[in-house]
């Protein structure tokens, strides 16, 4: 059962922005953001690691749809943000089942998901969610990582492996706080999510924007190269000088994310 608030986004406004909570399938209540203009169609937007919805990108991407006329919707994985639940470093495939929860409570509101969108981790829940649910027609992959393999080293330190091996965990620890907790088995998560496998698993009919910052320095440029080579329907948009945050290219972001929609959402309509 999903619970909402409201308040009015401006004094002039019609928008509404909604505090919409969703159950998952482990009872755990997701919390998000419902950018309410009235239309029938809602893109739902995912944020990346450690992350959560009220982060710069996920915000100002689900104003840049509201401005356009389709609601939005923002929301927290769980164990991020205000929604329920313990983080957990890897969750791969059960944070592409909360995206699943989400897009059945809309589809019960008789909403039409126009598109699901991920920014990082986020961007690989959505395309994990295209593999295996063949219900939406437009993915968009912002900056998701090729190969999982990759990037731990360097985002948790030399010799992590060899720890979570030894010890069954590592603390990853800002100063002496611990910020969050590496198990053996959230390790293997992530290492045994196939990207490759999942991408080729993705209904021809679905059409996939992967974007990438050419200045990406957490996750290289050359893993969106990867993700054009398997995925059937795909599109690819390099912006040049970006980084991984987007820092100083969210309006740039927005309107080919913009673009790539309202074209799916035009052949749609013109379909016999």
Same mark, same amino acid.
């Given at each position: 059962?999903?619970?909402?608030?409201?308040?009015?986004? =401006?004094?002039?406004?019609?928008?509404? $922005? $909604?505090? /919409?909570?969703?159950?998952?399938?482990?009872?755990?209540?997701?919390?998000?953001?419902?950018?309410? !203009?009235?239309?029938?169609?809602?893109?739902?937007?995912?944020?990346?690691?450690? %992350?959560?919805? +009220? #982060?710069?990108?996920?915000?100002?991407?689900? /104003?840049?749809?509201?401005? !356009?006329?389709? %609601?939005?919707?923002?929301?927290?994985?769980?164990?991020?943000?205000?929604?329920?639940? %313990?983080?957990?470093?890897?969750?791969?495939?059960?944070?592409?089942?909360?995206?699943?929860?989400?897009?059945?409570?809309?589809? #019960?509101?008789?909403?039409?998901? !126009?598109?699901?969108?991920?920014?990082?981790?986020?961007?690989?829940?959505?395309?994990?969610?295209?593999?295996?649910?063949?219900?939406?027609?437009?993915?968009?992959?912002?900056? =998701?990582?090729?190969?999982?393999?990759?990037?731990?080293?360097?985002?948790?330190?030399?010799?992590?492996?060899?720890?979570?091996?030894?010890?069954?965990?590592? +603390?990853?620890?800002?100063?002496?706080?611990?910020?969050?907790?590496?198990? #053996? +088995?959230?390790?293997?998560?992530?290492?045994?999510? +196939?990207?490759?496998?999942?991408?080729?698993?993705?209904?021809?009919?679905?059409?996939?924007? !992967?974007? @990438?910052?050419?200045?990406?320095?957490?996750? *290289?440029?050359?893993?969106?190269?990867?993700?054009?080579? /398997?995925? *059937?329907?795909?599109?690819?948009?390099?912006?040049? =000088?970006?980084?991984?945050?987007?820092?100083? @290219?969210?309006? #740039?972001?927005?309107?080919?994310?913009?673009?790539?929609?309202?074209? =799916?959402?035009?052949?749609?309509?013109?379909? *016999?």
């Amino acid at each position: 059962m999903a619970q909402i608030s409201s308040t009015h986004v =401006g004094p002039n406004s019609v928008n509404l $922005q $909604q505090k /919409v909570i969703v159950s998952n399938n482990y009872g755990e209540k997701l919390v998000g953001i419902l950018h309410e !203009t009235g239309s029938k169609e809602i893109a739902v937007l995912c944020h990346g690691f450690k %992350s959560m919805k +009220d #982060e710069k990108t996920m915000v100002n991407l689900a /104003v840049a749809f509201e401005n !356009t006329g389709m %609601s939005a919707f923002r929301f927290d994985f769980a164990g991020n943000g205000e929604s329920e639940g %313990s983080f957990q470093y890897g969750n791969y495939r059960r944070e592409a089942e909360d995206l699943r929860a989400v897009v059945q409570h809309f589809c #019960e509101k008789k909403r039409v998901i !126009t598109a699901i969108l991920g920014h990082s981790k986020g961007g690989n829940a959505v395309l994990l969610y295209a593999s295996k649910y063949h219900d939406i027609n437009t993915v968009i992959n912002i900056s =998701g990582r090729f190969n999982l393999k990759e990037g731990i080293e360097e985002r948790l330190g030399k010799d992590v492996m060899q720890k979570v091996k030894e010890d069954g965990f590592v +603390d990853v620890r800002n100063n002496e706080d611990v910020i969050f907790r590496v198990t #053996e +088995d959230s390790m293997m998560d992530r290492l045994n999510t +196939d990207m490759r496998e999942a991408c080729l698993a993705i209904d021809k009919k679905c059409r996939v924007l !992967t974007i @990438h910052g050419s200045a990406d320095q957490i996750t *290289p440029v050359g893993d969106a190269l990867e993700f054009a080579k /398997v995925i *059937p329907n795909h599109e690819l948009q390099i912006i040049e =000088g970006a980084d991984h945050g987007y820092t100083s @290219h969210q309006p #740039e972001l927005a309107s080919f994310i913009l673009a790539f929609v309202t074209a =799916g959402l035009k052949k749609e309509n013109h379909s *016999p």
